[in-house]
């Protein structure tokens, strides 16, 4: 791997934090191996950055080395917090994580179908507050704050474009956000954050390319191409909830008709599964999600109704992703959501719908897993991308009274 150049020192040990992130804890023979740094660089490097607190000297390596060469260093996990925040359409998880993307705590508020950005900027402030608390946190140790916001979103300007599930267009929420925390903030797709976090610290790490699909109210995936993010040229590659499946189908909220989102996201599914026949009244079955994920559970049971509406669900599915893999040919797709807790059975209805309409040699497959963090995967990509453009990208602590022009440069 090529090495930044010796004199920009705030690469370097971005260049360095990033190494151990994504690989753990190493030695400074092996940081000096990764980055092609000098080991005297690495020496000056990791010195100042344990001094920060940013590194710590966690134990030897056990592979017979002696001296500093013998001793492992590693990203503490005990002090300094992200804020995280994953905007879903029917609510907000809002967290605090180490960085690490370990997520220390969490609370989850329902939103109604609209509502005013900054009632949001207000809630999410006052949750990251009562979490502070909560953790034993002093406010100083919150170094910045990750959101993975619904809709197009301009990462540069921090700009939601367009989300019309919640009725927002043009909102500028990162301004918004840090006017109110008085921290740097990082907006990004909330998808599009959940495969940032694979592509770092999950299953994606040795991926060049791959998907991440999201399949709940709406249904997005987040796209890494040769190592990085793709945006698109205004924000919104990924959008396969709006592919349409059938012209003549139902309405969607984007205007267009037969939407794949009109036929696999939560809310259809209910509907099929309802006229199935599917009683939905599962124990502590509050919301369209959890009827959704009782669904998936009675067909990983082996219920008959359950798994045609499955198959159905992965039918129309895999119809969407082959388009995704013809574009952009990834050699995995992650699948996310409460209907993936369906497993093989979905699993095996989108493999077969994706191979009869994909575009791939005889001896070529498109691989299909869970997503690493489960339940955590908003939390965790949003707390992965503040962390990477806040703290990483400088090697450094963030200033409070800097927030602002930091995050501006670095997203």
């Given at each position: 791997?090529?090495?930044?150049?010796?004199?920009?020192?705030?690469?370097?040990?971005?260049?360095?934090?990033?190494?151990?992130?994504?690989?753990?804890?190493?030695?400074?023979?092996?940081?000096?191996?990764?980055?092609?740094?000098?080991?005297?660089?690495?020496?000056?490097?990791?010195?100042?950055?344990?001094?920060?607190?940013?590194?710590?000297?966690?134990?030897?390596?056990?592979?017979?080395?002696?001296?500093?060469?013998?001793?492992?260093?590693?990203?503490?996990?005990?002090?300094?917090?992200?804020?995280?925040?994953?905007?879903?359409?029917?609510?907000?998880?809002?967290?605090?994580?180490?960085?690490?993307?370990?997520?220390?705590?969490?609370?989850?508020?329902?939103?109604?179908?609209?509502?005013?950005?900054?009632?949001?900027?207000?809630?999410?402030?006052?949750?990251?507050?009562?979490?502070?608390?909560?953790?034993?946190?002093?406010?100083?140790?919150?170094?910045?704050?990750?959101?993975?916001?619904?809709?197009?979103?301009?990462?540069?300007?921090?700009?939601?474009?367009?989300?019309?599930?919640?009725?927002?267009?043009?909102?500028?929420?990162?301004?918004?956000?840090?006017?109110?925390?008085?921290?740097?903030?990082?907006?990004?797709?909330?998808?599009?954050?959940?495969?940032?976090?694979?592509?770092?610290?999950?299953?994606?790490?040795?991926?060049?390319?791959?998907?991440?699909?999201?399949?709940?109210?709406?249904?997005?995936?987040?796209?890494?191409?040769?190592?990085?993010?793709?945006?698109?040229?205004?924000?919104?590659?990924?959008?396969?909830?709006?592919?349409?499946?059938?012209?003549?189908?139902?309405?969607?909220?984007?205007?267009?008709?037969?939407?794949?989102?009109?036929?696999?996201?939560e809310p259809a599914i209910v509907a099929q599964a309802s006229r199935?026949?599917?009683?939905?009244?599962?124990?502590?079955?509050?919301?369209?999600?959890?009827?959704?994920?009782?669904?998936?559970?009675?067909a990983h049971a082996g219920d008959r109704l359950a798994q045609r509406?499955?198959?159905?669900?992965?039918?129309?599915?895999?119809?969407?992703?082959?388009?995704?893999?013809?574009?952009?040919?990834?050699?995995?797709?992650?699948?996310?959501?409460?209907?993936?807790?369906?497993?093989?059975?979905?699993?095996a209805a989108v493999d077969r719908s994706l191979r009869q309409r994909?575009?791939?040699?005889?001896?070529?497959?498109?691989?299909?897993?869970?997503?690493?963090?489960?339940?955590?995967?908003?939390?965790?990509?949003?707390?992965?991308?503040?962390?990477?453009?806040?703290?990483?990208?400088?090697?450094?602590?963030?200033?409070?009274?800097?927030?602002?022009?930091?995050?501006?440069?670095?997203?």
């Amino acid at each position: 791997m090529k090495a930044y150049p010796a004199h920009n020192r705030a690469v370097n040990r971005g260049h360095v934090l990033r190494h151990i992130l994504r690989e753990g804890a190493l030695a400074r023979v092996d940081l000096a191996q990764r980055t092609g740094l000098t080991p005297a660089a690495v020496s000056n490097i990791t010195r100042d950055l344990i001094a920060d607190g940013l590194l710590r000297e966690v134990g030897a390596t056990g592979q017979g080395r002696v001296g500093a060469n013998a001793i492992l260093l590693d990203i503490p996990t005990d002090r300094f917090v992200i804020g995280a925040v994953h905007q879903g359409v029917s609510a907000l998880r809002i967290g605090l994580c180490d960085l690490r993307g370990g997520v220390l705590a969490r609370r989850t508020i329902l939103t109604p179908q609209r509502y005013d950005p900054r009632w949001a900027v207000n809630i999410v402030g006052e949750s990251l507050d009562a979490l502070l608390v909560a953790t034993g946190r002093h406010p100083a140790d919150l170094l910045g704050v990750g959101f993975g916001a619904v809709g197009l979103v301009d990462a540069e300007r921090g700009m939601i474009k367009r989300s019309p599930s919640i009725g927002w267009e043009a909102v500028p929420l990162r301004d918004l956000l840090e006017d109110r925390l008085r921290r740097g903030v990082v907006i990004e797709n909330n998808i599009r954050a959940m495969a940032i976090a694979e592509a770092t610290i999950g299953a994606g790490r040795s991926l060049a390319s791959f998907a991440l699909v999201y399949i709940g109210t709406g249904i997005g995936s987040g796209l890494i191409v040769d190592g990085r993010p793709f945006r698109g040229a205004y924000g919104g590659a990924g959008e396969i909830g709006h592919i349409t499946v059938d012209p003549q189908g139902m309405p969607c909220s984007c205007g267009n008709r037969g939407c794949l989102e009109t036929i696999a996201a939560e809310p259809a599914i209910v509907a099929q599964a309802s006229r199935a026949g599917i009683a939905l009244d599962f124990p502590d079955c509050e919301t369209t999600k959890d009827a959704v994920r009782g669904v998936a559970r009675l067909a990983h049971a082996g219920d008959r109704l359950a798994q045609r509406v499955v198959d159905e669900i992965g039918e129309s599915l895999g119809v969407a992703l082959a388009t995704l893999v013809d574009v952009i040919n990834p050699g995995r797709i992650v699948l996310h959501g409460a209907i993936v807790e369906a497993r093989e059975v979905l699993f095996a209805a989108v493999d077969r719908s994706l191979r009869q309409r994909a575009f791939l040699a005889g001896d070529e497959a498109i691989r299909l897993t869970r997503a690493t963090f489960g339940l955590d995967a908003g939390l965790v990509g949003a707390a992965i991308i503040a962390l990477d453009a806040l703290v990483m990208e400088h090697g450094a602590i963030p200033h409070l009274d800097e927030f602002s022009q930091s995050a501006r440069k670095t997203t």
